[in-house]
């Protein structure tokens, strides 16, 4: 095999070898033993800022004394017979990082010496990529790095959904999540992402309607050097060449321009990509969950989304109910955010029943984003925030000045206690009976409410839980 491998690069031209190291990514630069310049290929010219026709008339001292150079790492490397590094800055006032390695005869005496340099900002630039690559090929691989999706659902139309969802994220087609704005759509995808056979796999996001138009064809497929101004000298990867094999969810992808939506069709339909600037078609194993809370048929309509890339993407469509038609998860969700936030802020709020009730009479247009937020603030401060609207309540009808007092039907305390006893009532239908979920929606304990159960002798069902 050695052999054959040798017989092979002997067949290789001289213009054949001068295109593999005019394709090197670095500057290659050779010398003979005395310094002298036999060899420069495109990009040593350019960093040098000097034709090789001038430059094999000169040596690596006289390179130095006209200025080309601040420092010779070649001629380090001859007088010291040794492996040198330096970085010098050439007459265009870029940093360059050089590394010069001296070829010795049988008889120790220098034959060439090989020098590979890189601009110091493109080295940075290399660095910086590689971390990046670095921190999600540990995210792919650690699950502990895998943030864990918990879903609040007790609505019963929610947990309908929640269940199509374990069984959609088994498969590999795509899925299209519709519904308000703050419905939860990111959160749904990151669960399905974890129930499926990618769960270990990258996942990686991007809100459609934050990137430029210009700038999201190189977001999503790459580009290579020099594609564009102001693009990364070394070229990019796009998030479809990061997530190969892992899932890419795409938010808001009613923002897409009609030619990224081509692109996107075209990945989509035969998983190929090119990057910006590029020549070479690259394969994409992506899983992709798409999300928009726009009317995607009627922009098909004005012509302001593609219908080929809608069916593409509604192979199994997902509509998100709003908060406002979810309204057992009200509560559930405000449990839950008053324990993430008393935690985070080291607090001990709890939710009283007339605060529970205010929330759950409110059309929370913001959804469950307003609902968090509204939260929090209660947490940290210890009242609730202004609503954005009115409850949905009736005005009570204004009270004539004229009209006699009437003796009150009841005690205070007896108003109290038939209040008491109808919203338990209340909890306990919305809840099917189940004690534990309606001590929560009530904001007291479960041994509390068992005790008011029996004082108006309530209906109920039993519940075992801890």
């Not at 005790?451 to 075992?464: D, F, G, T």
Request: proline share 5%; glycine share 6%; with cysteine.
């Amino acid at each position: 095999m050695e052999q054959e491998k040798r017989i092979h690069l002997a067949h290789l031209t001289t213009a054949q070898y001068d295109a593999i190291l005019n394709h090197c990514n670095s500057n290659i630069f050779v010398t003979d033993g005395q310094g002298l310049i036999l060899y420069a290929n495109d990009a040593a010219e350019r960093a040098l800022n000097c034709t090789f026709d001038k430059l094999r008339r000169m040596d690596v001292y006289q390179l130095r004394e006209a200025g080309y150079t601040t420092h010779s790492s070649s001629a380090d490397a001859i007088q010291s017979k040794r492996k040198s590094f330096a970085v010098y800055r050439n007459n265009l006032g870029e940093e360059i990082a050089t590394t010069s390695i001296p070829v010795l005869n049988g008889e120790g005496q220098i034959e060439l010496v090989v020098t590979r340099s890189d601009e110091v900002g493109s080295i940075l630039a290399q660095q910086k990529e590689l971390d990046r690559y670095r921190s999600l090929y540990q995210q792919m691989l650690t699950r502990s790095d895998i943030p864990s999706v918990t879903l609040i659902a007790e609505d019963p139309r929610m947990k309908e959904i929640v269940e199509s969802l374990k069984k959609y994220a088994q498969s590999e087609a795509t899925i299209l999540l519709t519904g308000e704005s703050g419905t939860g759509k990111e959160v749904l995808a990151g669960y399905i992402r974890q129930n499926s056979s990618r769960s270990m796999d990258a996942f990686l996001s991007v809100n459609c309607a934050a990137v430029p138009n210009e700038l999201m064809e190189s977001e999503l497929f790459g580009y290579e050097k020099g594609a564009f101004t102001g693009a990364n000298r070394e070229g990019k990867p796009g998030l479809f060449e990061l997530a190969n094999g892992g899932t890419i969810f795409l938010d808001e992808v009613g923002e897409l321009s009609l030619l990224a939506q081509s692109k996107l069709l075209r990945v989509l339909e035969s998983g190929e990509f090119m990057r910006v600037g590029g020549q070479k078609v690259q394969k994409a194993d992506v899983r992709v969950i798409a999300a928009t809370n726009r009317d995607l048929k009627a922009m098909i309509e004005q012509k302001q989304f593609r219908a080929d890339l809608y069916y593409r993407l509604c192979v199994l469509p997902v509509e998100i109910p709003p908060l406002r038609e979810r309204p057992l998860d009200i509560g559930a969700l405000a449990w839950h955010f008053l324990t993430v936030f008393n935690r985070k802020h080291r607090q001990e709020r709890e939710l009283p029943p007339g605060l529970l009730d205010g929330l759950r009479s409110y059309s929370w247009p913001g959804n469950i984003r307003e609902l968090r937020n509204t939260m929090e603030n209660y947490v940290i401060t210890g009242d609730l925030p202004p609503l954005a609207e009115e409850p949905a309540h009736p005005a009570p009808e204004p009270i004539p000045e004229s009209a006699p007092w009437a003796e009150p039907a009841f005690s205070l305390r007896e108003a109290i206690e038939r209040t008491e006893k109808a919203q338990i009532q209340a909890a306990l239908q919305l809840t099917g009976g189940d004690v534990e979920q309606a001590a929560r929606q009530l904001g007291i304990h479960r041994s509390v409410l068992y005790k008011k159960i029996n004082k108006y002798q309530l209906r109920h069902r039993p519940s075992y839980g801890g």
